[in-house]
């Protein structure tokens, strides 16, 4: 009977330090989103090739005036086929942007007093790499395209987006939570080693796994010149 007493006694305890903890987080999390944020600008930025920038004055694609290229909130990214872009979005936070590509930068900032950061950008076509440090509570990474969001935890990747928006997520490392943006509950948690694609009317399809030439490809993508300061 004492047994049976102490066995209960214990089941309790543990189901209120579980339901403590998740009150806990959920809190922290709360008092994050509260936060004022401040909104960042990427300097780290490498460029080759006849890259534009959206002017929202003239309505046009052209090159930036200064030569150099920030990514900050709004700017808009256009890769022609023999180009491409790289940049350190924010600290140990990089991305390449393929030629024959549009992106659009959605959100850089940082929560003011935590120092979380929060990344979204958009590609509605052509492909992004990344190579994404480990996240800390409440920071996210996000990668949208017309039918399917993105959610990096850390990890490297790929984004493609077809011409009729099919979108493939490639993964070689960490995971990557890939969720429809046209279909309530699709979703996938995309594991190392593994790719999803989302069809033009935002169905998840089963899950694949990588090839070769799609691991190598990931793989390929060097940061090396941006972790030197070689930049623009």
């Not at 808009?76 to 600290?91: G, H, N, R």
């Not at 009729?164 to 969720?179: I, P």
Request: hydrophobic share 40%; charged share 35%.
């Amino acid at each position: 009977m004492n047994r049976k007493i102490m066995f209960l006694g214990l089941v309790v305890v543990i189901s209120i330090g579980l339901i403590y903890c998740g009150t806990s987080k959920d809190e922290e999390l709360t008092k994050i989103e509260k936060e004022p944020k401040v909104e960042l600008m990427t300097q780290k930025v490498i460029s080759k090739g006849a890259v534009k920038v959206f002017n929202e004055a003239t309505g046009k694609w052209e090159a930036p005036t200064s030569g150099a290229i920030e990514l900050k909130k709004n700017v808009k990214i256009e890769t022609p086929k023999d180009a491409e872009l790289k940049a350190e979005v924010t600290k140990n936070n990089f991305v390449a942007i393929s030629g024959g590509s549009k992106v659009n930068v959605k959100e850089i900032v940082r929560t003011k007093e935590s120092k979380r950061e929060r990344v979204t950008m958009e590609i509605t076509r052509g492909k992004i790499s990344a190579k994404i440090r480990k996240l800390k509570k409440g920071e996210h990474f996000r990668i949208q395209t017309p039918v399917a969001t993105a959610g990096v935890r850390g990890t490297k990747f790929d984004v493609d987006v077809a011409e009729d928006n099919t979108t493939t997520v490639m993964c070689v490392s960490g995971a990557v939570d890939v969720k429809s943006r046209l279909k309530k509950r699709q979703s996938a948690e995309v594991g190392a080693m593994e790719k999803v694609i989302v069809n033009p009317k935002g169905v998840v399809l089963p899950k694949e796994k990588l090839t070769k030439s799609e691991i190598e490809r990931v793989m390929g993508i060097d940061f090396n010149d941006l972790r030197a300061g070689l930049v623009d």
